[in-house]
């Protein structure tokens, strides 16, 4: 082997181990995206894959609630972007999880202080040292929810089973193929997986809601996950710990199964049809 046939070796080498990086974004606020970041991240991260989470949603800062360091936060995503701080200093390891870290939000800026070029250089800074850089994107078309996919490998549409989220999350799926930086370049499109969220199978039965057939057939992307409708979220959520990690829930098992199916497994759709009660039960009400 020459001397450049070795530089393209090692050039290819670097480009095959660099982190990809994952938006998780909406249309809609209010659709469990937030709680979707945080459990998919950690999902990953319990599978060995050394993980960040990142809160693109300056000046509200929610993800570091649902992951419990919010007391932890001295330095976050925008002071890294100003060089007030390094990465090193900003970054929060999860102490349930030696894999995985969050990269807080601002609380005290706007989404102005997001940009392109400050964002690609923390961006890439992580790629070299992660294997996934989760993006916790701002709900909506503004700057911030821009800036969160235009970066973007692979993409986690997360919608509710209702006409408005939908509709929403269809404007998102052309800003994906309109405004990434792969639309820019003419590239491979980002991959883009469907996740549906605060799933009741019962009131899609008294037709309250959209059935997973009808977000499918709106949206026409991959199904990777349907989260049912659980208490198990917001007592989660409130407790400061990914969902994910209370593996008796069904929204926990139900995350895990999205994780599993993104790493490529094939895991059969779970939690999709309405629990029938026994005689006992109808009785009894038991």
Do not use: W
Request: proline share 3%; aromatic share 6%.
């Amino acid at each position: 082997m020459n001397l450049l046939q070795k530089e393209q070796f090692n050039t290819v080498s670097k480009e095959t181990i660099l982190g990809k990086i994952i938006v998780v974004t909406s249309g809609k606020g209010g659709v469990g995206k937030t709680t979707t970041s945080a459990s998919f991240a950690t999902g990953l991260a319990k599978r060995g894959n050394k993980t960040v989470v990142i809160d693109f949603d300056v000046g509200l800062r929610n993800l570091d609630l649902i992951m419990g360091c919010e007391r932890r936060v001295v330095y976050d995503f925008v002071n890294v972007l100003n060089n007030e701080a390094s990465l090193k200093q900003a970054l929060i390891k999860d102490k349930r999880c030696d894999n995985l870290f969050v990269l807080p939000a601002s609380q005290t800026r706007d989404k102005d202080a997001l940009t392109q070029e400050g964002v690609g250089r923390v961006l890439d800074e992580l790629k070299e040292d992660f294997d996934y850089i989760v993006c916790d994107s701002p709900a909506g078309i503004e700057k911030g929810a821009v800036m969160a996919l235009y970066f973007a490998d692979e993409a986690l549409i997360v919608t509710n089973p209702e006409v408005s989220s939908v509709r929403d999350s269809d404007r998102i799926l052309g800003i994906l193929a309109a405004k990434s930086r792969r639309a820019e370049q003419g590239a491979e499109p980002i991959k883009e997986h469907l996740v549906i969220t605060r799933y009741s199978p019962k009131r899609v039965e008294m037709g309250e809601m959209l059935s997973v057939e009808d977000v499918q057939e709106l949206l026409s992307i991959p199904l990777i996950g349907v989260i049912p409708e659980s208490e198990a979220v917001l007592s989660a959520s409130n407790s400061g710990i990914p969902v994910i990690n209370d593996e008796p829930s069904s929204s926990g098992q139900a995350y895990m199964d999205v994780v599993s199916r993104f790493m490529g497994e094939d895991k059969p759709m779970r939690f999709l049809e309405a629990e029938r009660k026994g005689l006992l039960k109808r009785i009894f009400g038991t």
